[in-house]
């Protein structure tokens, strides 16, 4: 329960998470955005591959959204159990809300046997990978590591 003074007990919220760790295990957890894919050197460190732009990488291609979830759980975390709930389900909401829309702006090329790729209505930027592939994981990551913000776990 909340101290006398108001402020949340440590079991009230999330204060107590080790957030680098917390967000760490999810990444370990969830799918790479496409074309990613994890690989590991001799000694086995982990590194990441991106074929179809040729670029190697020792971060997560998703660790650039550490920070977005460091900001909800510092906005959410000392709240009330009720209100940070509310907070968490706002985030939410906005990225379920940015992805639809984000997948809505590419469409489909290719028919008659020709094997299909992606173009962006906006950019006309192309890839192979189905959008689905690319920025649902991102989504899927943030949904993931929030809802054990929201548990303190």
Known sequence: GAAADGVPAA???ASDT???????????EVPLPAPWTKLHDAEGH????????????LTHPLESQF????????????LPAA???ACIDRWQAKWQEDAAQELERWYCVGNDGEEAYYCHRDTGQTMWQHPAEVFLPE???KREASERLRKGK
């Open 46 to 57: 982990a590194y990441y591959v991106d074929r179809a732009a040729g670029k190697t990488s």
């Open 11 to 13: 079991d009230d919220a």
């Open 139 to 141: 989504l899927y990551f």
């Open 18 to 28: 080790d957030l680098p760790t917390l967000l760490k295990d999810v990444l370990n």
């Open 83 to 85: 209100q940070r709930d």
């Open 67 to 78: 920070r977005e979830l460091e900001i909800l759980h510092f906005t959410c975390s000392a």
